[in-house]
């Protein structure tokens, strides 16, 4: 019987999208993975064994209707394509009292959607847009198998003139061939910026959420995660639970308004967990770069991170990020490093 397990992959995934026409747009990743998994049955020591994921993904959006030709309603269909192969190789109980298998576990997804939104402007410069999705999912491969249904609605509101702004999305599936099969959420913002157009000044945020939205509406177009994916002993460490996140910040110019300087902090109410964060972020132009310290129960981490970001016209944009991170258990026995990088150009 297993008590918990973890994985750790280093692996690189480059992805590209590509707008075509200003209404059909496409988008792909595919890469492959190496690391460890880390299994510890109950009782006994940890066993380490080998791992390693591949995956690729396609997807295609069209814009059916266009915002432009029906007072700011838009309507698209967009499909898209997940192939997801994890391999361990067999491990043994230090002391050889026992052995871990291995395994190879395949997942496939396909799904095609309808999305729908409409932009309204409304007095005093405030606007309001709703927006929908509906979607027909198949899963295939060693995990969940078969047809499922799903669908996503909310709205975001502002008030650009007051720096106020206000989000809400649920998402969930309704029904799914492999009955105890679920994915469901909540997620919400409130966000207070009196000066949204910069980065100078005060800026609070707000943003509580409830079941799988924690990982963000876009889960559901994203590829699986990979902590998943990569458990090919079904121990899920995932908890639905909810959660409330707030962040204030400050920006104040520096060198003579070249760049902006903001000192904030964080604070995440969740799973009966209390986490702190403190950063302080730079902004120059296109360019940022940050530092930050968290704490939590589990230990702590600090992280340094430089990102730059050139938009070239209303369609083409290049970003490039790193991010080099080192976590510490509380008692000292135990650390991780982590470097990040990514690069994406959008034409």
């Known amino acids: 019987m297993w008590d918990s397990s973890e994985s750790d992959v280093t692996g690189l995934y480059p992805y590209g999208e590509y707008d075509l026409t200003g209404l059909l747009s496409v988008w792909g990743t595919a890469g492959y993975g190496s690391g460890t998994l880390s299994v510890t049955p109950e009782a006994q020591p940890a066993i380490e064994a080998d791992l390693t994921l591949a995956m690729a993904a396609l997807g295609v959006r069209g814009v059916l209707i266009p915002r432009r030709a029906v007072q700011g309603f838009e309507l698209a269909l967009k499909t898209d394509a997940l192939g997801v192969r994890t391999r361990s190789e067999a491990g043994v109980v230090p002391g050889g009292r026992g052995r871990l298998a291995a395994a190879t576990g395949d997942v496939t997804r396909l799904r095609l959607a309808l999305e729908g939104s409409w932009e309204a402007r409304l007095d005093a410069g405030a606007r309001l847009r709703p927006s929908f999705e509906v979607g027909l999912r198949h899963d295939g491969g060693d995990a969940e198998t078969g047809f499922g249904l799903e669908a996503s609605g909310g709205f975001a509101f502002a008030v650009p003139a ?84 707030a962040e204030v910040g400050y920006g104040v110019s520096l060198f003579h308004g070249l760049a902006v300087g903001t000192p904030w902090t964080r604070f995440r109410l969740g799973d009966g967990n209390r986490d702190y964060r403190l950063g302080y972020r730079v902004d120059a132009g296109r360019s940022t770069v940050a530092i930050e310290y968290g704490t939590s129960l589990y230990g702590l981490d600090y992280r340094v991170r430089y990102e730059l970001a050139i938009a070239h016209g209303s369609r083409g944009a290049f970003h490039f990020g790193v991010e080099a991170a080192r976590s510490e258990s509380r008692a000292g026995d135990e650390s991780r490093d982590e470097f990040r990088f990514r690069a994406m150009l959008r034409r």
């Open 162 to 245: 007051r720096g106020l702004a206000a989000e809400f999305t649920a998402h969930g599936l309704l029904t799914h061939e492999e009955g105890g099969f679920q994915d469901r959420g909540l997620t919400g913002a409130l966000r207070y910026d009196p000066r949204p157009s910069s980065a100078l000044g005060l800026s609070l945020s707000l943003l509580p959420s409830w079941g799988s939205a924690a990982r963000g509406a876009e889960g559901m177009w994203s590829a699986a995660p990979a902590t998943r994916l990569a458990n090919p002993y079904g121990i899920d460490d995932d908890d639905p639970a909810g959660r409330l996140d």
